[in-house]
């Protein structure tokens, strides 16, 4: 089960990938601007639609991993996120990644399966209390509330970057512990069991608001200053939220030492690509 969980997230990973490439490409295109007249002039655009299939995509895989593993390990996967969407991207926006820029995918590559080895995440619950919810959704909805605030239009581009990409990284974890909750309802008690339960409502609103806070986010900066935010803080929230929603574990002790080795080659890598990614050459032809 643990092996399925984490073959979805890798495929939703890659998906995933897909969808924020070809979205930035769309967003890069549009006139600056916000709210639903964004996604209206982006729905024009064949790239965007292409972005959101990717999303779909990424969803169902993500959903299938979630009915299959722990949420700590599932969302940390999506790290690979960002190598994906490089390795997408190169090619799409016609660049050349430098050999330095190749060190830092291994980098985050490397640092995550250390990670993900040492931690051993593990937990089989997938529902809830309201007792357990209702904090966590206070504190969610309310730093999500506080960074669209602090990104008001005038302040720079890569903080306005940086701060809707980390609100969207929490809405993606928190929409992540919603679908697992509504997906094991679904899986233990039938469809109709699982269009009975607030859960399932509560992560496509705000499945929708995470997509919304991305859109905007990748319009007010560039790739390199969104997406750092979007994939750690998903993994990092996401991680909480598994271990105070559904009581998952990892290991501790003396396993804490290679964890955080992990943890800073994955933090490395990524601050190295914020400084790579915006240098890269455009391929003649």
Not at 60 to 76: E, R, S, T, Y
Not at 107 to 112: C, E, I, Q, T
Not at 190 to 201: E, K, N, R, S
Not at 257 to 284: K, S, Y
């Given at each position: 089960?643990?092996?399925?969980?984490?073959?979805?997230?890798?495929?939703?990973?890659?998906?995933?990938?897909?969808?924020?490439?070809?979205?930035?490409?769309?967003?890069?295109?549009?006139?600056?601007?916000?709210?639903?007249r964004?996604?209206?002039?982006?729905?024009?655009?064949?790239?965007?639609?292409?972005?959101?299939?990717?999303?779909?995509?990424?969803?169902?895989?993500?959903?299938?991993?979630?009915?299959?593993?722990?949420?700590?390990?599932?969302?940390?996967?999506?790290i690979?996120?960002?190598?994906?969407?490089?390795?997408?991207?190169?090619?799409?926006?016609?660049?050349?990644l430098?050999?330095?820029?190749w060190?830092?995918?291994?980098g985050?590559?490397?640092?995550?399966?250390l990670?993900?080895?040492?931690?051993?995440?593990?937990?089989?619950?997938?529902?809830?209390?309201?007792?357990?919810?209702?904090p966590?959704?206070?504190?969610?909805?309310?730093?999500?509330?506080?960074?669209?605030?602090?990104?008001?239009?005038?302040?720079?581009?890569?903080?306005?970057?940086?701060?809707?990409?980390?609100?969207?990284?929490?809405?993606?974890?928190?929409?992540?512990?919603?679908?697992?909750?509504?997906?094991?309802?679904?899986?233990?008690?039938?469809?109709?069991?699982?269009l009975?339960?607030?859960?399932?409502?509560?992560?496509?609103?705000?499945?929708?608001?995470?997509?919304?806070?991305?859109?905007n986010?990748?319009?007010?900066g560039?790739?390199?200053?969104?997406?750092?935010?979007?994939?750690?803080?998903d993994?990092?929230?996401?991680?909480?939220?598994?271990?105070?929603?559904?009581?998952?574990?990892i290991?501790?002790?003396?396993?804490?030492?290679?964890?955080?080795?992990?943890?800073?080659?994955?933090?490395?890598?990524?601050l190295?690509?914020?400084?790579?990614?915006?240098?890269?050459?455009?391929v003649?032809?």
């Amino acid at each position: 089960m643990i092996l399925l969980a984490a073959m979805f997230a890798v495929m939703g990973a890659a998906s995933n990938a897909v969808g924020t490439a070809f979205q930035r490409k769309a967003a890069s295109t549009v006139a600056r601007g916000g709210g639903l007249r964004l996604l209206l002039d982006l729905a024009r655009r064949p790239a965007w639609l292409i972005g959101i299939a990717g999303v779909v995509g990424a969803a169902v895989f993500q959903a299938l991993a979630l009915v299959n593993g722990p949420l700590a390990l599932v969302q940390p996967l999506f790290i690979l996120e960002l190598p994906f969407a490089l390795l997408i991207a190169i090619p799409l926006l016609h660049r050349r990644l430098p050999r330095a820029g190749w060190w830092a995918v291994a980098g985050v590559v490397g640092g995550l399966a250390l990670v993900l080895a040492s931690a051993a995440p593990s937990g089989a619950r997938d529902q809830a209390s309201m007792v357990r919810w209702i904090p966590v959704l206070v504190l969610c909805l309310g730093a999500v509330a506080v960074a669209v605030a602090l990104a008001r239009p005038g302040r720079p581009p890569l903080f306005r970057a940086a701060v809707l990409g980390s609100a969207s990284a929490v809405s993606n974890a928190l929409t992540a512990a919603l679908l697992k909750s509504a997906t094991g309802t679904l899986a233990h008690s039938g469809f109709d069991a699982f269009l009975g339960v607030w859960q399932t409502y509560g992560f496509a609103l705000t499945g929708v608001g995470a997509i919304l806070l991305l859109e905007n986010a990748l319009q007010a900066g560039s790739l390199a200053a969104s997406q750092p935010a979007l994939t750690i803080g998903d993994a990092t929230v996401s991680l909480l939220l598994g271990m105070s929603l559904f009581g998952e574990t990892i290991r501790t002790g003396w396993w804490l030492v290679p964890e955080a080795i992990g943890a800073g080659l994955i933090l490395w890598g990524v601050l190295r690509l914020t400084h790579v990614v915006p240098h890269m050459r455009e391929v003649a032809g």
